[in-house]
C-alpha cells in the first residue's frame, strides 16, 4: 500500500514481417506501457508508420469534425456494433457531404442574420430622431451629420464657430446637425463637443418602416437557421451511433499504426520496450507467444527498484532465454555499445543488457478499494513517484478523522454521508466519484463524533438519548466544559507532533537509501528537534507553556469521565544557566543535537529550524474550528428555539417556553427567548433562519474544515517526505466502448 506495485521492463524483439502481428497482440493484451525509443543506439533508427495510417489519421480528423458540428456527445452512441473499413469508407463520404453541405448553409444564413442585426442596431437612433433617411444626404449646399451628444453643448460650439447658418434636431440623445458649410469644416466645428457620429444607413423614407422591413428580415432568417439545424439535429440522431463507433475505430487503428515509431529498428529486425506490472509478466509472455509464436522474442530484462528520485537504485537480475553480453535482447544485429557514463540514455542493466533509455516505470498505485478516492486527492499535489512512499493510505487514515473531529455532529455527518454517495454513484466523471468516496469517508467520521459528542445538528438531545446526559465527549463550548475546549488544543498540539513525526520517518526510511548516516543528519535531526523542543514545552519547564497544556489540575483533561490525568513530561533539568538563573532542560539536548545534524546536512536549512514549532501550532486550527462551528450552529439553534442557562450549562427551550424556564431559574437565565416562542410571524422567520443557517454551517464546514484538513496534510505533512512527480501507467491499448469486434 505505501509502495506503488512493482514494474518490470520487457523487451519484444522480432523480425519485421511479424511487427504487425506483434502490434495487434500487444495491443489487445493492454498490458505494456512501451518506452520511446530516443535514437541514441548506433544502427538502429525509429521506426515508421505502418502502411495506411496517414489515410487512417486523415478519417479520424474527418469523423471528429463532424462530432463537433453535429455536435455529437456519449449520451448519442447507443448499443456497441461491428464497423468495417467499407462501411466507414461508404457511410462517412455520405454522412460528410450531407453535414458539411447543411453547415455551409447554416453559416451563409447566420452571416446575413449577423448582417441583418447590425442593420437593425444602426437604424435605431434613427428610428429615436424620426426623419426620413433620404432627408439626412443628398444636399449640394447643406452638410448634414448625425451623432449622439449634448445637443446645448453642440449648438454652444457651432455659435462660437466660423459657421453662421446651422440648425439641430434632437431626440432621445441623437442629434442632427444641419449647416450651410463644407462638411470638413463642420466636422472640425464639433470636435470641441461631445459627439459621436452615426453613419446614415442606406435607405429611403421613414425610419420606423425600414426597421421593421428588417425585423421581418430577421424573423425569416431565424425561421431558415432552425430549419437547418433541425436538419443537422436529424442527422445528429441518425449518423451519431457510427461516429462515435468510427471514431474508436479509427482511433485504435492510428494508435496501432503508429506504433513502430517508438520502436528501435533496423532493416529486417525492431526492438520494443516497455513497463508491465512484475506479477503480470508471465500472462503477458504466455498471451503473446500463442499469438505470435516463435516470430518474437519476449524478455524480462529488469526489475528494477528506484530511489525517491527516481534514480535507477539496483536491478533484479533476471533469466532472459534472448539476448547475449551486451547486445539488445533478441536482437540479430551488431549490438550499440554505451559511449560514455554521461549518455543516460543507454542504461546497462545486470546481464550487460542495454535498454532503450533510463526513464523511470509508470506508477500504479496499490492502495485498497476504499482508499483509492483519496489517490486523486494526493494526485493534486503530485502522483507518486515509483519508489517514492506513497501517501494516500496515510491520508485515508487521517483527514476523515481532523474532519469528523473539526465538525463532530450527527445530522451534518449523515447529509455529508448522503452527498457523497450521490456524487460517487450518480455522476461519471472519476474525479467527482472519489470527491464522492470522501465525501462518505468524512461523512461518516464526522457522524461517529457526534454520537460521541451526543449533537445532532447542534442539539444536544443525543446525548440524552444515547449517553443519558453524558456523553463521553464536549466540545467545550458550554462553561461547566470549557476543560475540554482546553483539552482539544492540548489534542491538537499532540496530533501535530504525531502526524509530523510520522512524516518524517517516511523521510527517514527513504533516505536509509543513501545510507544511515543520511537519514540521522537529513531527517533524524528534524526528530529530535520535534520530540525535543515539544517535550520541552509539554515538561513545562521554565515556564515554556502554559498550565493548562500539562498539568491535569488546571481542567486540561479533568472532568471527563476517563480521568486521564495528563500531568506532562519530566523537565529533567541538567544545570542551571549561569548568569540567567534557569535551569536547562535534557529535552533542549536533544534540540539542539538535532540542530546541529541539521547544520552537517544543509547549513542553508538551519535558518527553518522553527518549523518544529509552527508546524506543529498550525494544528490548533483543528480546536479553533471545532469551537466555531459547534459556536455557529448554537447560536442558529438558539435564535430559532431559544435558550436558558441553569448551573453553567445552556439548554434549548425545545420542550418548555421561556415562561417555564423564568419561572423556574428566573428572568435572568434566559439567554434569548426563541423566535419559535414568539409569535406566528416571529416563527415562520424562524424557520427561514433554521434551515439557512443550518445549511450555512453545512457548506462553511466543507470550505473552514474541509480545506483546513487538507491543508495540514499538503502543506505540514506531505512537505516532509512526498515530492511526486511520477508518470501514469498508460498501456498501448484500447478501452472499447462503442464498438465490438465480435
Given amino acids: 500500500?505505501?509502495?506503488?506495485?512493482?514494474?518490470?521492463?520487457?523487451?519484444?524483439?522480432?523480425?519485421?514481417?511479424?511487427?504487425?502481428?506483434?502490434?495487434?497482440?500487444?495491443?489487445?493484451?493492454?498490458?505494456?506501457?512501451?518506452?520511446?525509443?530516443?535514437?541514441?543506439?548506433?544502427?538502429?533508427?525509429?521506426?515508421?508508420?505502418?502502411?495506411?495510417?496517414?489515410?487512417?489519421?486523415?478519417?479520424?480528423?474527418?469523423?471528429?469534425?463532424?462530432?463537433?458540428?453535429?455536435?455529437?456527445?456519449?449520451?448519442?452512441?447507443?448499443?456497441?456494433?461491428?464497423?468495417?473499413?467499407?462501411?466507414?469508407?461508404?457511410?462517412?463520404?455520405?454522412?460528410?457531404?450531407?453535414?458539411?453541405?447543411?453547415?455551409?448553409?447554416?453559416?451563409?444564413?447566420?452571416?446575413?442574420?449577423?448582417?441583418?442585426?447590425?442593420?437593425?442596431?444602426?437604424?435605431?437612433?434613427?428610428?429615436?430622431?424620426?426623419?426620413?433617411?433620404?432627408?439626412?444626404?443628398g444636399y449640394d449646399s447643406l452638410s448634414v451629420v448625425v451623432g449622439e451628444g449634448d445637443s446645448d453643448e453642440i449648438e454652444a460650439v457651432l455659435a462660437d464657430s466660423d459657421i453662421e447658418t446651422f440648425e439641430l434636431f434632437t431626440e432621445d440623445g441623437v442629434v442632427a446637425v444641419f449647416a450651410q458649410a463644407d462638411e470638413d469644416?463642420?466636422?472640425?466645428?464639433?470636435?470641441?463637443?461631445?459627439?459621436?457620429?452615426?453613419?446614415?444607413?442606406?435607405?429611403?423614407?421613414?425610419?420606423?418602416?425600414?426597421?421593421?422591413?428588417?425585423?421581418?428580415?430577421?424573423?425569416?432568417?431565424?425561421?431558415?437557421?432552425?430549419?437547418?439545424?433541425?436538419?443537422?439535429?436529424?442527422?445528429?440522431?441518425?449518423?451519431?451511433?457510427?461516429?462515435?463507433?468510427?471514431?474508436?475505430?479509427?482511433?485504435?487503428?492510428?494508435?496501432?499504426?503508429?506504433?513502430?515509431?517508438?520502436?528501435?529498428?533496423?532493416?529486417?529486425?525492431?526492438?520494443?520496450?516497455?513497463?508491465?506490472?512484475?506479477?503480470?509478466?508471465?500472462?503477458?509472455?504466455?498471451?503473446?507467444?500463442?499469438?505470435?509464436?516463435?516470430?518474437?522474442?519476449?524478455?524480462?530484462?529488469?526489475?528494477?527498484?528506484?530511489?525517491?528520485?527516481?534514480?535507477?537504485?539496483?536491478?533484479?537480475?533476471?533469466?532472459?532465454?534472448?539476448?547475449?553480453g551486451g547486445e539488445p535482447v533478441g536482437s540479430s544485429v551488431d549490438a550499440p555499445e554505451p559511449e560514455s557514463e554521461s549518455q543516460p540514455q543507454e542504461t546497462v542493466a545486470d546481464g550487460g543488457v542495454i535498454t532503450m533509455g533510463d526513464d523511470a516505470p509508470p506508477v500504479?498505485?496499490?492502495?485498497?478499494?476504499?482508499?483509492?478516492?483519496?489517490?486523486?486527492?494526493?494526485?493534486?499535489?503530485?502522483?507518486?513517484?515509483?519508489?517514492?512512499?506513497?501517501?494516500?493510505?496515510?491520508?485515508?487514515?487521517?483527514?476523515?478523522?481532523?474532519?469528523?473531529?473539526?465538525?463532530?455532529d450527527l445530522g451534518y455527518g449523515l447529509l455529508y454521508l448522503a452527498l457523497g454517495y450521490g456524487l460517487y454513484s450518480k455522476v461519471d466523471s472519476d474525479v467527482l466519484k472519489s470527491l464522492g468516496g470522501v465525501g462518505m469517508w468524512a461523512g461518516g467520521f464526522t457522524a461517529l463524533f457526534g454520537v460521541l459528542y451526543g449533537e445532532v445538528f447542534g442539539l444536544h438531545q443525543l446525548g440524552e438519548i444515547?449517553?443519558?446526559?453524558?456523553?463521553?465527549?464536549?466540545?467545550?463550548?458550554?462553561p461547566s466544559y470549557s476543560g475540554y475546549a482546553l483539552a482539544w488544543l492540548t489534542m491538537s498540539l499532540l496530533a501535530g507532533t504525531v502526524h509530523l513525526a510520522a512524516g518524517w520517518i517516511f523521510d527517514f526510511i527513504e533516505n536509509l537509501r543513501h545510507g544511515l548516516w543520511d537519514a540521522i543528519t537529513e531527517s533524524g535531526s528534524w526528530l529530535l528537534m520535534l520530540f525535543g523542543l515539544w517535550a520541552w514545552v509539554f515538561s513545562g519547564a521554565n515556564g515554556a507553556a502554559p498550565d493548562f497544556l500539562y498539568t491535569a489540575e488546571a481542567g486540561v483533561?479533568?472532568?471527563?469521565?476517563?480521568?486521564?490525568?495528563?500531568?506532562?513530561?519530566?523537565?529533567?533539568?541538567?544545570?542551571?544557566?549561569?548568569?540567567?538563573?534557569?535551569?536547562?532542560?535534557?529535552?533542549?539536548?536533544?534540540?539542539?543535537?538535532?540542530l546541529v545534524l541539521l547544520a552537517l546536512a544543509d547549513p542553508i536549512e538551519v535558518v527553518e529550524f522553527l518549523n518544529v514549532l509552527v508546524n506543529v501550532l498550525s494544528y490548533t486550527r483543528l480546536a479553533a474550528v471545532l469551537l466555531a462551528k459547534a459556536g455557529m450552529a448554537f447560536v442558529v439553534n438558539l435564535l430559532f428555539f431559544g435558550a436558558y442557562s441553569h448551573h453553567g450549562e445552556f439548554h434549548f427551550l425545545i420542550g418548555h417556553g421561556p415562561e417555564w424556564a423564568i419561572s423556574e431559574y428566573g428572568a435572568e437565565a434566559i439567554m434569548f427567548p426563541g423566535?419559535?416562542?414568539?409569535?406566528?410571524?416571529?416563527?415562520?422567520?424562524?424557520?427561514?433562519?433554521?434551515?439557512?443557517?443550518?445549511?450555512?454551517?453545512?457548506?462553511?464546514?466543507?470550505?473552514?474544515?474541509?480545506?483546513?484538513?487538507?491543508?495540514?496534510?499538503?502543506?505540514?505533512?506531505?512537505?516532509k517526505f512526498f515530492e511526486g512527480g511520477g508518470k501514469r501507467y498508460n498501456p498501448f491499448g484500447y478501452e472499447r466502448n462503442y464498438t465490438t469486434e465480435d
Fill in 466 to 478: 444515547v449517553w443519558g446526559g453524558h456523553p463521553p465527549m464536549h466540545k467545550g463550548l458550554q
Fill in 185 to 324: 469644416a463642420l466636422q472640425d466645428a464639433l470636435v470641441g463637443a461631445t459627439f459621436s457620429r452615426l453613419e446614415v444607413p442606406e435607405g429611403d423614407g421613414d425610419p420606423t418602416s425600414y426597421l421593421e422591413e428588417l425585423e421581418h428580415e430577421k424573423q425569416q432568417l431565424e425561421s431558415k437557421l432552425s430549419t437547418v439545424e433541425d436538419e443537422l439535429n436529424e442527422l445528429r440522431l441518425d449518423h451519431a451511433g457510427f461516429l462515435l463507433a468510427a471514431e474508436e475505430k479509427l482511433a485504435i487503428e492510428a494508435q496501432k499504426g503508429e506504433a513502430p515509431l517508438t520502436f528501435a529498428t533496423t532493416e529486417n529486425a525492431f526492438i520494443a520496450e516497455g513497463w508491465i506490472p512484475n506479477e503480470r509478466y508471465e500472462a503477458f509472455e504466455r498471451a503473446l507467444s500463442s499469438a505470435v509464436g516463435d516470430a518474437v522474442d519476449i524478455d524480462r530484462i529488469e526489475i528494477a527498484e528506484y530511489d525517491s528520485e527516481g534514480h535507477a537504485e539496483s536491478h533484479e537480475e533476471v533469466e532472459r532465454e534472448g539476448g547475449n
Fill in 1 to 137: 500500500m505505501l509502495r506503488p506495485e512493482k514494474m518490470c521492463r520487457v523487451s519484444v524483439t522480432g523480425s519485421k514481417r511479424a511487427m504487425e502481428q506483434t502490434i495487434e497482440a500487444v495491443h489487445d493484451l493492454d498490458m505494456l506501457h512501451v518506452t520511446e525509443y530516443d535514437g541514441s543506439w548506433d544502427g538502429f533508427e525509429p521506426g515508421n508508420s505502418l502502411a495506411g495510417t496517414n489515410e487512417v489519421s486523415d478519417k479520424l480528423v474527418t469523423v471528429r469534425s463532424l462530432q463537433s458540428i453535429l455536435d455529437v456527445s456519449e449520451e448519442d452512441a447507443g448499443p456497441t456494433r461491428v464497423v468495417t473499413d467499407e462501411a466507414i469508407e461508404e457511410q462517412l463520404d455520405e454522412v460528410r457531404t450531407a453535414v458539411n453541405e447543411l453547415d455551409d448553409r447554416r453559416d451563409d444564413v447566420r452571416d446575413e442574420l449577423r448582417a441583418v442585426e447590425d442593420q437593425i442596431n444602426t437604424m435605431a437612433p434613427f428610428v429615436a430622431l424620426g426623419i426620413d433617411l433620404d432627408l439626412l444626404r
Fill in 557 to 594: 483533561f479533568a472532568g471527563n469521565p476517563y480521568a486521564w490525568g495528563f500531568t506532562g513530561l519530566p523537565a529533567i533539568n541538567l544545570f542551571t544557566i549561569p548568569g540567567v538563573g534557569a535551569p536547562f532542560s535534557a529535552w533542549l539536548v536533544l534540540f539542539f543535537a538535532g
Fill in 364 to 408: 500504479i498505485q496499490d492502495n485498497p478499494s476504499g482508499v483509492r478516492p483519496f489517490e486523486d486527492l494526493v494526485e493534486v499535489v503530485n502522483r507518486p513517484k515509483y519508489g517514492e512512499f506513497d501517501p494516500t493510505v496515510a491520508f485515508f487514515l487521517t483527514f476523515p478523522a481532523f474532519f469528523g473531529f473539526m465538525i463532530g
Fill in 675 to 719: 423566535l419559535i416562542h414568539s409569535g406566528i410571524a416571529a416563527a415562520l422567520v424562524g424557520v427561514l433562519i433554521l434551515v439557512i443557517g443550518h445549511l450555512l454551517v453545512l457548506v462553511l464546514g466543507i470550505t473552514s474544515a474541509g480545506l483546513q484538513g487538507v491543508r495540514l496534510e499538503y502543506v505540514e505533512f506531505f512537505g
